[in-house]
């Protein structure tokens, strides 16, 4: 059975401090991991990575993929209150009809 | 870039009663469309997939007689939560995925069974 965790659940910070978030992966067949990030509604799409090794970055928002270690970490420097969401992890994975396993999400308060 | 419509955003029904939630792609055809249901303060979970023209595939304790899953045409596919009930309350999100685009997420419905 696929598996994505995500760590910390939460996390409490202060505007401009910098942010790691974690996800690791165990599953079959692996294509691709996504990040996004949940407000209040559906999630935005943040980071689709597909190769160990190469950052991704979108102004303070980073991430990496190390296929070896089968993880992937988010980075963001000098938060701000609108970071404050659930930041979700999502492996896509499998032959056939690929669908997507999300982790446990990631919590992320950020306080002026 | 690729739209998915969802509605209703947010639906209350009495108990007992069906509920028939739309998720459309807009501007691509989606082989593929997925449904989620959310709990508070949780991720994502899957509760079936579907493909258009066949069966969906439910995820293991998602009961299909109760989520009707229907995926008619390229671009629409309902979930008919049946005899809802208060525990049935939760945010169901759609997600579509064509042959070019990645995964487009509908915008959710709250539904709330009083």
């Known amino acids: 059975e696929d598996k994505v965790v995500q760590s910390p659940l939460s996390l409490v910070v202060h505007e401009g401090d910098t942010v790691t978030l974690n996800c690791s992966y165990e599953v079959t067949n692996f294509r691709s991991l996504l990040w996004y990030k949940q407000e209040k509604k559906a999630p935005t799409f943040l980071f689709m990575l597909t190769s160990s090794g190469i950052e991704k970055k979108s102004g303070r928002l980073s991430s990496i993929l190390d296929k070896k270690e089968l993880s992937s970490i988010l980075n963001i420097t000098a938060t701000q209150t609108g970071d404050s969401a659930i930041y979700l992890c999502a492996v896509e994975a499998g032959n056939a009809g690929n669908m997507l396993t999300f982790g446990g999400g990631t919590r992320l308060m950020v306080k002026p | 870039g690729a739209v998915v419509s969802q509605h209703p955003s947010r639906v209350i029904c009495k108990s007992g009663t069906s509920v028939k939630i739309e998720c459309r792609s807009l501007d691509f055809q989606a082989t593929t469309m997925f449904w989620y249901r959310q709990f508070p303060k949780k991720s994502l979970m899957l509760m079936a997939t579907s493909n258009e023209g066949s069966k969906a595939t439910y995820e293991q304790g998602v009961e299909k007689d109760k989520f009707l899953i229907n995926h008619a045409s390229l671009t629409l596919s309902t979930l008919t939560v049946t005899s809802a009930h208060p525990e049935d309350s939760s945010f169901y999100i759609c997600?579509?995925?064509?042959?070019?685009?990645?995964?487009?997420f509908g915008s959710g419905t709250r539904l709330t069974v009083v």
């Open positions: 997600s579509a995925r064509g042959s070019n685009y990645g995964y487009t």
